[in-house]
T-cell receptor
């Protein structure tokens, strides 16, 4: 059974710091992995999707890496800003023919960037 | 148009009411999803429609009834809900199954 863990559960950093959020999964047979951001009481915003054949994806100040063999993904945020404050969720899609639509979610990392 | 819209934003209903949630996208996506999210928890998948056909029902109680009238529209009909059904209901869509999912802003549902 695939399980997804995100560490730390909460993180508070000063503005300008570079930071890393971690996501680990127990079954390396994944189809892809997606990082989302959620502001309080709002919907989710897709940040990056990494296919199982890829090692990393970049978008602006965000870089996500994937190491299937170790069951890990990291989300790197460069030069953090107060507007980056949100909950970051990692979700893995299983590689299971016929049912690879379902995302398996971590519990998220709540990030606070202080001015 | 690159967004998923949901109406209403907020809904308060009694346990005997019947109401519906609406979700719309005009991105040409052929997979659409309903999720339920409780505070400080990740979203829980409820239903998946693929090419307007229900492909996944995650053992959701029959008081929740999904409908996909066309490729752009997804409804969730609610009847005889319980207070524990109060949550944020999120709709999402993707080009196909297993592609990037795009979420709407959600409907905050309160059942009294």
């Amino acid at each position: 059974k695939q399980e997804v863990t995100q560490i730390p559960a909460a993180l508070s950093v000063p503005e300008g710091e570079n930071l890393v959020l971690n996501c680990s999964f127990t079954d390396s047979a994944i189809y892809n992995l997606q990082w989302f951001r959620q502001d309080p009481g709002k919907g989710l915003t897709s940040l990056l999707l990494i296919q199982s054949s890829q090692r990393e994806q970049t978008s602006g100040r965000l870089n996500a890496s994937l190491d299937k063999s170790s069951g890990r993904s990291t989300l790197y945020i460069a030069a953090s800003q107060p507007g980056d404050s949100a909950t970051y969720l990692c979700a893995v899609r299983r590689f299971n023919a016929g049912n690879n639509r379902k995302l398996i979610w971590g519990l998220g990392t709540s990030l606070a960037v202080n001015p | 148009d690159t967004e998923v819209t949901q109406t209403p934003k907020h809904l308060v209903m009694g346990m005997t009411n019947k109401k519906s949630l609406k979700c719309e996208q005009h991105m040409g996506h052929r997979a659409m999803y309903w999720y339920k999210q409780k505070a400080k928890k990740p979203p829980e998948l409820m239903f998946v429609y693929s090419y307007e056909k229900l492909s996944i029902n995650e053992s959701v109680p029959s008081r929740f009834s999904p409908e996909c009238p066309n490729s752009s529209l997804l409804n969730l009909h609610l009847h005889a809900l319980q207070p524990e059904d109060s949550a944020l209901y999120l709709c999402a869509s993707s080009l196909r199954d297993a592609d990037t999912q795009y979420f709407g802003p959600g409907t905050r549902l309160t059942v009294l």
